[in-house]
């Protein structure tokens, strides 16, 4: 039930396009979903994130969609840029700070 | 401000062997918490401190420990190492508990051989 599920595993999007990673989870505690992108060497950095009483969270290329009834969010990213390319995490909170992550989806950006 | 400092950032050790790693928060944070990351098991929870008391733990064994000073700065042990315990641990630190939203380190790979 803490789980937190992740797709897709890998995903190749040239630049310029959009760039959607889905998460799906069950633990209804949890309240708070962020998600994190990761640079080879470096440790992951909040990108943005989003409570489940709202249903769309929106900076700047980077939009958080929330569907609280079928629990599951995604991550849009606009105008792919090859800079993006990178390792993303979806996770879910419900306790302190302790984040339940999902598996990662490794993004490609082709020039 | 500087960010999540760990130390060291390699290191390698031999199977029964114990290891400490060091994090030092964002000025002004007060939780700390460690995750375990692996390219099989990706990114688990460890444990969270929060003004030096443990917060939560996850799921394992107690070789692993940790503690936390009244300058929020934290460490983690793990003893007898196992060849399985090779990873990159990472320390995040939090202005509160309960906010979920976490600043990363760079984190510190241990080799176990």
């Known amino acids: 039930q803490q789980q937190v599920k992740q797709s897709p595993q890998s995903l190749i999007v040239q630049k310029g396009g959009i760039s959607i990673i889905n998460c799906a989870y069950e633990?209804?505690?949890?309240?708070?979903f962020p998600w994190y992108q990761q640079f080879p060497g470096k440790g992951p950095a909040l990108l943005i994130a989003?409570?489940?009483?709202?249903s769309e969270k929106k900076e700047g290329r980077f939009t958080i969609s929330f569907n609280k009834s079928a629990k599951q969010f995604s991550l849009h990213i606009m105008d792919s840029q090859p800079g993006d390319s990178a390792t993303y995490f979806c996770?879910?909170?419900?306790?302190?700070?302790?984040?339940?992550f999902g598996g990662g989806t490794r993004l490609m950006v082709k020039p | 401000k500087a960010g999540v400092t760990q130390t060291p950032r390699y290191l390698i050790k031999t199977r029964g062997q114990q290891v400490t790693l060091s994090c030092s928060p964002i000025?002004?944070?007060?939780?700390v918490s460690w995750y375990q990351q692996t390219p099989g098991q990706g990114l688990q929870f460890l444990f969270e401190?929060?003004?030096?008391?443990?917060?939560n733990k996850g799921n394992f064994p107690g070789r692993f420990s940790g503690r936390q000073f009244s300058n929020s700065r934290s460490e983690m042990n793990v003893s007898t190492l196992e060849l399985g315990d090779s990873a990159l641990y990472l320390c995040?630190?939090?202005?509160?508990?309960?906010?979920?939203?976490?600043?990363f380190g760079e984190g510190s790979r241990l080799t176990v051989l």
């Open positions: 633990n209804t505690a949890f309240d708070y």
């Open positions: 401190y929060f003004s030096e008391t443990q917060r």
């Open positions: 996770a879910a909170n419900n306790a302190g700070n302790m984040l339940t």
């Open positions: 995040a630190s939090s202005p509160k508990t309960g906010s979920g939203e976490l600043f």
């Open positions: 989003i409570r489940p009483d709202v």
């Open positions: 000025s002004g944070h007060r939780s």
